[in-house]
């Protein structure tokens, strides 16, 4: 099974700045997710990150909003960017492996925005 | 659209006791059904998937489609049941595409000694 390596754990940052949360995983896998928790809510999927193209994002979210890398298998990155207080949530990286239609989560960064 | 429902924010049972955690589902293709858990300080987990047929730490789940329904079933509950659960739908994104989950609220199971 995948491990996935998730930084930071938890920041609290000040409004209008951005953030970066860097995902590592220990194997090469083909999708990276990006999901969002905001408090008392279920998990919510931000986009899908392929390496060597563009990320796919869901309704609601925006690439200027939440700007994702992935430059190669087993590393992405997502940037929250102008954060508001609203922003204040769990982030959350997750693979699927193999085609097995398991999905492997990493242990989530918990933004507080002031 | 498709939708995961857990009616059940807090479920609170005696250790030894039967739990049963609901979750129903809306969804026009043909559904994949997971339960996934997170224990405390644990990250997110898969613990069953309807395709599978298993029993997992004595949970066993069966997909009722006429119902649209997948409940997590235990019948005698132990403390370290104790975890938050989500109930989780899979699906192919828009022309087959990446496999993408849609996660229920989650319910906080408390099993109690």
């Known amino acids: 099974s995948a491990v996935i390596s998730q930084k930071p754990s938890r920041d609290i940052c000040q409004r209008g700045t951005s953030l970066t949360i860097q995902c590592q995983v220990d194997?090469?896998?083909?999708?990276m997710f990006w999901y969002r928790q905001q408090p008392g809510q279920s998990l919510t999927l931000i986009a899908t990150a392929n390496q060597g193209s563009e990320a796919t994002y869901e309704s609601g979210f925006v690439i200027d909003k939440f700007p994702i890398s992935r430059p190669n298998l087993t590393f992405s990155t997502l940037t929250v960017s102008n954060m508001s207080p609203e922003d204040s949530s769990i982030y959350l990286c997750?693979?699927?492996?193999?085609?097995?239609?398991?999905?492997?989560f990493g242990q989530g960064t918990r933004l507080t925005v002031v | 659209a498709q939708r995961v429902t857990q009616p059940e924010k807090l479920l609170s049972v005696f250790k030894g006791a039967p739990v049963e955690l609901k979750c129903n589902y809306s969804?026009?293709?043909?559904?994949?059904l997971f339960w996934y858990v997170q224990y405390s300080r644990q990250r997110l987990q898969l613990l069953l998937r309807h395709i599978s047929r298993e029993s997992i730490k004595g949970f066993t789940a069966d997909l009722n489609k006429g119902e649209t329904s997948f409940h997590l079933k235990k019948p005698f509950a132990q403390e370290e049941d104790s975890a938050m659960y989500y109930c989780?739908?899979?699906?192919?994104?828009?022309?087959?595409?990446?496999?993408?989950?849609?996660f229920g609220k989650g319910t906080l199971l408390t099993v109690n000694p």
């Open positions: 989780a739908l899979g699906r192919l994104g828009s022309g087959g595409s990446n496999y993408k989950l849609t």
């Open positions: 194997s090469q896998v083909t999708m």
């Open positions: 969804y026009s293709g043909s559904p994949e």
């Open positions: 997750s693979v699927e492996e193999g085609g097995r239609r398991e999905a492997f």
